[in-house]
């Protein structure tokens, strides 16, 4: 009977482990994970960069050079093979790069948050227990709202590549642009799409932006079949909107909106429209599932953006 090969990488682990080459403190090997690292720090074995676009991660030169794992995240033991760390830095790098945030906010974190000119302090501390004790398939989601440059965006990035490096997948989406992409490649093959059928594996959904646009029959099918395909998958989703999330119109008037992307297509001018909430923005029904499906927040203060 042939003897079956172990995988190349594991060979190597294991005649590296063997040839006694590895770290140790003392006597104890130590997987280099465990051990500081200027280079990757909080990430434990994983470096983050912008690329221009979205936030790419890669396994960091402590690990692909771990004198116990060779770069494998996965050692022997008791006659068979376990994670180094669990979730795996190669899981990851993987959920990480499919996550599609935005490069800018490669630094983005909840405790580094800074904007405390309005209810930011409040609302930081809510999502920290919420991402805290997020179950995936179990918790609420968020619906983030706030007038343009409260910090809306880095929030919802940071929250995304919080769960992404615990392991949970996560879709990042500009609203605008997603519908946009929809809609070229509709009109490109002349096929019907599902918005959902790339996005629907995804644990998590986040939604920059909901709402953004012209309003049209089309976008609005749009948000109500990402919606609904969350809340029929019972999957979790976290959007941010510039709308109010009261029943009433009660904000309207303090909303700043951005009237380039959502006033009508021959003007840029500020109109009732853009004033409208969310409820009014893109149905009862779709708002229904939203108040069901999320924890409603609103972020307050002094837009960062001119600062």
């Given at each position: 009977?042939?003897?079956?090969?172990?995988?190349?990488?594991?060979?190597?682990?294991?005649?590296?482990?063997t040839a006694n080459?590895?770290?140790?403190?003392?006597?104890?090997a130590q997987c280099a994970i465990s051990l500081p690292c200027s280079a990757c720090q909080d990430h434990k074995g994983i470096r983050l960069e912008n690329d221009g676009v979205f936030i790419k991660a890669s396994l960091c030169s402590c690990v692909t050079t771990c004198k116990i794992c060779a770069g494998t995240c996965a050692k022997?033991?008791?006659?068979?093979?376990?994670?180094?760390?669990?979730?795996?830095p190669v899981k990851i790098v993987g959920l990480l790069n499919d996550a599609k945030i935005p490069g800018r906010y490669v630094d983005a974190s909840i405790k580094n948050f800074s904007n405390f000119t309005g209810s930011g302090k409040t609302v930081m501390a809510q999502i920290m227990r919420w991402i805290e004790h997020f179950v995936p398939g179990k918790s609420s989601g968020l619906l983030l709202?706030?007038?343009?440059?409260?910090?809306?965006?880095y929030v919802i990035s940071a929250v995304a590549k919080e769960l992404a490096l615990r392991g949970i997948s996560v879709r990042f989406a500009d609203f605008y642009q997603l519908v946009n992409e929809l809609r070229d490649a509709y009109s490109s093959d002349g096929k019907s799409m599902s918005p959902t059928k790339p996005l629907h594996d995804f644990e998590v959904l986040v939604i920059d932006e909901?709402?953004?646009?012209?309003?049209?029959?089309?976008?609005?099918?749009?948000?109500?079949?990402?919606?609904?395909?969350?809340?029929?998958?019972?999957?979790s989703i976290i959007a941010s909107t510039n709308y109010g999330l009261k029943?009433?119109?009660?904000?309207?008037?303090?909303?700043?909106?951005?009237?380039?992307?959502?006033?009508?297509?021959?003007?840029?001018?500020?109109?009732?429209?853009?004033?409208?909430?969310?409820?009014?923005?893109?149905?009862?029904r779709i708002f229904s599932r939203l108040k069901e499906m999320t924890v409603f927040l609103e972020l307050t203060g002094a837009d960062f953006r001119r600062h």
């Open positions: 009977m042939e003897t079956q090969k172990l995988p190349q990488s594991l060979e190597k682990a294991l005649s590296r482990l080459k590895a770290h140790s403190t003392g006597n104890a022997p033991e008791s006659g068979g093979v376990i994670d180094c760390q669990k979730p795996s709202t706030g007038s343009v440059g409260v910090g809306k965006t909901l709402g953004k646009g012209r309003n049209t029959e089309w976008e609005v099918s749009i948000a109500d079949s990402l919606i609904s395909d969350r809340y029929n998958g019972n999957k029943e009433g119109n009660t904000d309207a008037t303090q909303r700043t909106i951005d009237l380039w992307s959502t006033g009508p297509q021959s003007s840029n001018q500020m109109n009732a429209e853009s004033f409208e909430n969310l409820n009014k923005r893109l149905g009862p």
